[in-house]
């Protein structure tokens, strides 16, 4: 089974090319949601949108429930995409997207927290595709304004960009692509790239 992560900063376009993407690629793919919006949508306590309520404490119990969700949510989709005889899935954000929540980024912090290796969590996925965020790449189109589930101002969102491109470093087969051609530019490079890694 082929897992194929779509991942990148706040405002990077996750939903929008999801969408598109699984509209592109339906009976090829079976597409896993993000756990995190998964929790919030459901219910998860959250913090007020000010980041004086954003707190580590606070991230900390969420990115457990975000863990466990995510690995679990990867593993039915697994049985789901068997049954129907479908070879990849792409998933919304990856487990190891986790490092980027931990206290200071502590990438070793969080691999101790969870007990996983390195490689092995790399090699869990096939490709990573990595969608900047408007907050760095065009930070006047950056807002909260169309996902119900964002919270972060501008400059928490750029430290998490910076944080989950940290995470995936080392993944082998790992693809950024930056704003400079849009929302539009980013929908082509994403189906172009999501077609060739799919078996």
Known sequence: MRMIVVDGGPGGGKTTINRVLQDRFAG???????AAT??????FPRPGRGIENWSQEWQDKFQAAVFACTTQ???????????????????DRGRRTGVAYAAHGDEGLFLRRFNLNSNE???RYFAVLHLQSTAIGAPEAYGTYNNDNRFEPVDVA???ESRTLFAWREHPNRKILNCEGGIEGKIHAAIEFV???LE
């Open 28 to 34: 090829r793919a079976l597409f896993v949601p993000e």
């Open 38 to 43: 998964v929790l919030l949508g459901g219910g």
């Open 73 to 91: 949510l990867e593993e039915v989709f697994v049985m789901e995409a068997k049954r129907l005889g479908i070879k990849n899935l792409v998933c």
């Open 121 to 123: 969590e790399n090699e």
């Open 158 to 160: 750029r430290k998490l």
């Open 195 to 197: 077609g060739a890694n």
